[in-house]
């Protein structure tokens, strides 16, 4: 999902809550970046597909719904 400013959306239709879970904080991230601004850089290797390129923390060390929870009833799964 695109929000109208050209930006990923980290919020999904249900509820607006944040899908795109971090597993390093992207405040570690910044701290290998070339700056430390909004629009920071980083140079990453892809070693699985031996790849290089430069991206931003927002886009790095992050997972769709890593850190949810999915509690299920006798009745229904609710999503938590």
């Given amino acids: 999902?695109?929000?109208?400013?050209?930006?990923?959306?980290?919020?999904?239709?249900?509820?607006?809550?944040?899908?795109?879970?971090?597993?390093?904080?992207?405040?570690?991230?910044?701290?290998?970046?070339?700056?430390?601004?909004?629009?920071?850089?980083?140079?990453?290797?892809?070693s699985s597909v031996k790849r290089a390129f430069i991206t931003t923390p927002q886009n790095v060390a992050a997972e769709r719904d890593f850190n949810r929870i999915i509690e299920s009833t006798s009745t229904a799964k609710t999503r938590i």
């Avoid at 405040?27 to 070339?34: I, P, S, V």
């Fill in 1 to 46: 999902m695109r929000a109208s400013n050209g930006r990923d959306a980290m919020k999904n239709d249900e509820g607006g809550q944040a899908r795109k879970h971090h597993y390093v904080p992207q405040c570690y991230l910044k701290g290998f970046a070339r700056n430390r601004s909004k629009k920071a850089q980083l140079f990453v290797v892809d």
